[in-house]
């Protein structure tokens, strides 16, 4: 199994582009989530979703947009890109889920990471 | 913030030594996770540990919690050069939100 892939690795963007990360994992997985890293703040949650069709806010959402329209695949959008969104960003998949009674609780198994720089 | 946060920031020590972690943290937590990361890697889940265990093991590894303080330390018995990482917490409430990391460097 693959995993978790993310896409691109390495991405330079200038200010007010926009882009999209992609994400995608094979092991059926309700629960995704979108992080980023930044020196000295550890992983902040952006993004995450519990389900396809379902997505919601983390710490850190203000710029990025997620969807989740199928269970594979969450993508992360920047629509307008600034220097602020500077950092390296993980995608995280995990077996959690609430949809069954008992809660389902799982580890996070992490992409490799994206490195955005955005001039 | 509802992020957590290891101590101490960076630890550095011989091999053949233990290695001790903290995190505090503040919100309410079903369980409490310890993950590490290599440089320029993903984060890989280590241990997990549930709100009514008080401590857990995993070869090399020792984890305890305690609810009431909201605290969690992470132990790494007779260290190896390839321990070298850093070491985060991340608590699972609602979601998963992580700490600051705590940067182990171990010296051959």
């Known amino acids: 199994n693959a995993g978790v892939t993310q896409t691109p690795k390495f991405q330079v963007l200038k200010t007010g582009q926009s882009m999209t990360l992609q994400c995608a994992q094979d092991m059926n997985h309700e629960y995704m989530s979108w992080y980023r890293q930044d020196p000295g703040m550890g992983l902040r949650l952006i993004h995450y979703s519990v389900g396809a069709g379902i997505t919601d806010q983390g710490e850190v959402p203000n710029g990025y947009n997620v969807s989740r329209s199928t269970t594979e695949d969450f993508p992360l959008r920047l629509l307008s890109a600034a220097p602020s969104q500077t950092s390296v960003y993980f995608c995280?998949?995990?077996?959690?889920?609430?949809?069954?009674?008992?809660?389902?609780?799982?580890?996070?198994?992490f992409g490799e990471g994206s490195r955005l720089t955005v001039l | 913030s509802q992020q957590g946060e290891e101590d101490p920031q960076a630890l550095s020590i011989q091999e053949g030594e233990n290695a001790t972690m903290n995190c505090s943290y503040k919100?309410?937590?079903?369980?409490l996770q310890w993950y590490r990361q290599n440089s320029g890697r993903g984060l890989v889940h280590l241990i997990l540990?549930?709100?009514?265990?008080r401590e857990k093991h995993s070869g090399r590894l020792r984890v305890t919690l305690d609810t009431s303080k909201k605290s969690s330390s992470l132990l790494i018995t007779a260290s190896r050069a390839a321990d070298t990482a850093s070491y985060f917490c991340a608590t699972d409430g609602n979601q998963f939100y992580f700490g600051t990391g705590t940067s182990l460097t171990v010296i051959p």
């Open positions: 540990i549930r709100s009514n265990e």
């Open positions: 919100t309410s937590i079903n369980n």
């Open positions: 995280a998949s995990s077996p959690r889920t609430s949809f069954v009674s008992p809660p389902k609780t799982g580890e996070l198994f």
